[in-house]
């Protein structure tokens, strides 16, 4: 039961880590060093869950004016004034 419970963990995560590897260049290294590497993941992984975000904010009005308020009213996100109206608008 122990190993059932830690696996079904584990196969929610393999297909992002799938995702990193084949499709955003996680399978190799772009430049020396632990520091490198662990920037190199922290971009890749900010790329894909950006792309994440555009497809949901794309996908339904009503998820997107969701997304849009948590994102720029909770996270403090600041925008320039135009742009914070078209997001309104959203």
């Given at each position: 039961?122990?190993?059932?419970?830690?696996f079904?963990?584990?196969?929610?995560?393999e297909?992002?880590?799938a995702?990193?590897?084949?499709?955003?260049?996680?399978?190799?290294?772009k430049?020396?060093?632990?520091?490198?590497?662990?920037?190199?993941?922290?971009?890749t992984?900010?790329?894909?869950?950006?792309?994440?975000?555009?497809?949901?904010?794309?996908?339904s009005k009503?998820?997107s004016?969701?997304?849009?308020r948590?994102l720029?009213?909770?996270?403090?996100i600041?925008l320039?004034?135009?742009?914070?109206?078209?997001?309104?608008?959203?």
């Amino acid at each position: 039961p122990e190993f059932i419970q830690e696996f079904r963990k584990r196969a929610k995560i393999e297909p992002k880590n799938a995702e990193l590897k084949r499709f955003h260049g996680l399978d190799r290294a772009k430049g020396y060093g632990l520091r490198s590497i662990r920037i190199q993941a922290k971009l890749t992984a900010l790329a894909v869950n950006l792309k994440r975000i555009a497809k949901l904010v794309s996908a339904s009005k009503g998820l997107s004016s969701f997304i849009l308020r948590f994102l720029f009213c909770r996270l403090q996100i600041n925008l320039p004034d135009g742009l914070w109206v078209a997001a309104r608008a959203a």
